[in-house]
């Protein structure tokens, strides 16, 4: 044997051998089908994790974007009132990174038709400053914004619109507590106003409760003629808020001070955060259980395979040749399945909003209704780096799986495997 020249690692022999033995024969029916099952299980994980994963961003991305479309990443509130707002304004649009200083007037009302009533919560904007905001200005469905300021009307959100069984042109009353101050107290004040937009911005909450109005009648309404309520502040990037918060309280002066979306948020989008790392190991642990499927199934082929082995071993192979032998058998359970999940997952997630359709006509059922999960489509998002992390995750899984077969196959001995055959 010593004469013997070794082949190359990973030579065509070494690669017919292991492709053979991951085809099915009669005798060996139940170590292929544990094969198969290590095959659907890694598919099927890499598949889950990878749409669970994508959902999981479209979700947070689009929550994100309507919630901070909306609502300004900085507010500024004043200590006192806020009479000065349009030179803070000035002063705070001229800060870097800053895009735009809304001024706005904010209160409850009530609002009602003859038929229906609902609360909802008004924000008095100016024309430029509310066409500014594209969550609004892009979605209006009916109506228009063109002349907001000159004229005393509002827009509202299309599921209050269809609560309250309006359309544009409708009037409706609205009722708030905030009125004139007589000497009995303050009176509630109620007003008219006629349905100039209706807005859809795809979140439910926010179609159902948002209304705006004229920033000068938001102020007659609620009875502050010469400010407002607070200034939203829009930066180019949410992800700077904590940079240039100081920048625009030094800015502002001495009388105003400030919250961001962060704080506002922080609950809602730290338990998202948590949700989807929780969720992340949990499916995980499909990708795991399918890796120590191939663990099972190859120390079965390699205890089924003794007597080949130890021919292979006599005919000259070696113990490395022997090991890379199970190791492709093993590795290529592995990475076949995590690319067929890979190209499933993303299959899925290209198409994620038909399927959910077809899933629901199918079934008869509403699935991810707005009114709980306050969008109104199902969002896919992949990040391209955490998909590629879940692809090497699952691979690094599947290789490691090999190795203790491969290497228990490698020190089988000749003799002992011979002995009783």
């Known amino acids: 044997m010593s004469g013997t020249k070794s082949t190359r690692a990973f030579a065509p022999f070494e690669w017919m051998v292991a ?3 991951l085809r099915a024969r009669r005798k060996e029916g139940f170590i292929s089908v544990i ?13 889950t994790l ?24 900085v507010v500024v509130h004043s200590l006192g009132d806020f009479t000065d707002y349009d030179e803070v304004a000035n002063r705070i649009r001229q800060v870097p990174g800053v895009k735009y200083a809304l001024p706005l007037v904010e209160g409850q009302v009530l609002v009602s038709t003859p038929l229906m009533s609902s609360g909802a919560l008004v924000r008095g904007l ?20 063109d002349g907001f300021d000159s004229k005393p009307g509002v827009a509202l959100g299309s599921r209050m619109a269809n609560d309250l069984n309006v359309k544009v042109g409708d009037e409706v009353s609205l009722i ?25 911005i795809g979140m439910s909450e926010y179609d159902a409760s948002i209304m705006f ?27 700077e808020v904590g940079d ?45 259980v399918a890796a120590l499927n191939i663990i099972s199934g190859l120390i079965m082929l390699v205890k089924d395979k003794g007597r080949d082995i130890a021919i292979l071993r006599t005919m ?13 058998t093993g590795a290529a359970i592995g990475i076949v399945g995590t690319l067929a999940g890979f190209g499933l997952g993303v299959l899925v997630c290209l198409n994620i909003e038909h399927l959910r359709e077809f899933i629901g006509w199918l079934t008869d059922t509403d699935l991810f209704p707005a009114e709980l999960y306050y969008l109104s489509q199902l969002p896919a998002e992949m990040d391209p780096g955490e998909t590629a992390s879940v692809v090497i995750m699952a691979l690094t899984l599947s290789v490691l799986a090999t190795i203790y077969p491969s290497w228990r196959a490698s020190r089988l001995d000749p003799v002992e495997a011979l002995r009783y055959e």
């Open 19 to 21: 492709l053979r033995y």
């Open 35 to 47: 094969a198969g099952f290590s095959f659907i299980g890694i598919t099927l994980g890499v598949m």
């Open 50 to 73: 990878i749409i669970v994963m994508a959902v999981m961003n479209g979700f947070r991305q689009e929550l994100f974007d309507k919630m901070l479309g909306l609502n300004g990443h």
């Open 126 to 145: 100016r024309e430029s400053d509310l066409k500014s905001l594209k969550a609004i200005s892009k979605n209006i469905r009916f109506g228009t914004l």
């Open 176 to 200: 708030t507590p905030r009125g004139a101050s007589t000497a009995l107290g303050t009176a509630p004040r109620v007003k008219r106003y006629p349905v100039v937009a209706i807005f859809e």
């Open 213 to 239: 109005m004229p920033l000068n009648e938001a102020q007659r309404y609620f009875n502050e003629p010469h400010s407002v309520t607070v200034l939203e502040v829009v930066l180019d990037s949410p992800d």
């Open 244 to 288: 240039l918060s100081p920048k625009i309280i030094t800015a502002g002066g001495p009388t105003i001070y400030v919250s961001d979306w962060r704080q506002r948020n922080a609950t809602f989008f730290t338990a998202l955060q948590v949700e989807r790392n929780v969720m992340f190991l949990i499916l995980t642990l499909i990708v795991l």
């Open 316 to 328: 000259g192979t070696t113990r490395g040749a022997v090991m890379r032998i199970f190791f492709i």
